[in-house]
């Protein structure tokens, strides 16, 4: 019975995951389309996209369009396109999952794509990682991109006064750590007047759920084991990990060379 039980369950993130395929094949169907804009065209995607989505669309319709966008912005800006990994990834923490990967196999790159969709919202996208140095060097490296499709970028730095924390909470976009975060939420529930608040957030406000602050980030978690030598062949490989804790395979989606996530010459 558990065999089978365990077959049903894998049964299942198997359709899920061709699902994310056929996600991941219209991005790159859409390729040639973006790859020909201007770079005015490219960053004029952004208010495109928003537009649709005040019109009625949802996030979902617009995710193949609004990824190749922002993967030919990365070409454009960092040298660097998406593995087909990369994106299976970004669609799993678009839809709220735990993508797993391991320290070189692209998590900072991964999180644009989640991190660009989500802001066409106009909400606003935390991007957490676990200390102030990777935050400053992600908000900064990965920046360029944002900043190239006409999004704001915000950093949060540990000690950062008030008056630098407020725009950076109001950016499309905002890199911090964990703990900044967290402790600014309970900081922000503590406070008697709403001009002293530093997020987004009303936790006074009726109907709001008070998670939604830290929900709505996408993590970029950092570890120091299994670094990839200099010089090694590009690689790719991941994990899915399901709303039951069920871990589930990626497997090694290397492509050819040019699809290596590497600059196209």
Known sequence: ?????????????????????????????????????????????????????????????????????????????????????????????????????????????????????????????????????????????????????????GLLQNGMKLGLKKPAYAADVTYGTNSEFGFDYLRDNMVGRANMRRGRLDPHRRGQDPAHHLRRGHEVGEHLQGLRPRGARPHARGRLRDGRGQAHDLGDRQGPQEDRGVARR
């Open 1 to 153: 019975m558990p065999n089978l039980f365990s077959r049903l369950l894998s049964r299942g993130a198997d359709k899920q995951l061709k699902e994310f395929e056929q996600i991941t094949a219209q991005v790159n169907d859409l390729e040639p389309k973006f790859q020909a804009m201007s770079d005015d065209e490219l960053r004029g995607q952004t208010q495109i996209f928003r537009d649709r989505y005040a019109a009625g669309e949802s996030l979902d319709d617009l995710l193949p369009e609004a990824f190749a966008a922002m993967r030919e912005a990365s070409v454009r800006t960092v040298g660097m396109r998406h593995f087909d990994v990369q994106i299976i990834g970004a669609i799993a923490l678009h839809r709220g999952m735990i993508a797993e990967m391991k320290t070189g196999e692209g998590k900072t790159l991964v999180s644009t794509l989640a991190g660009y969709l989500n802001a066409i919202a106009g909400e606003g996208v935390h991007i957490v990682t676990v200390n102030d140095y990777l935050a400053k060097r992600d908000s900064e490296w990965m920046g360029q991109i944002y900043k190239f499709m006409g999004m704001s970028v």
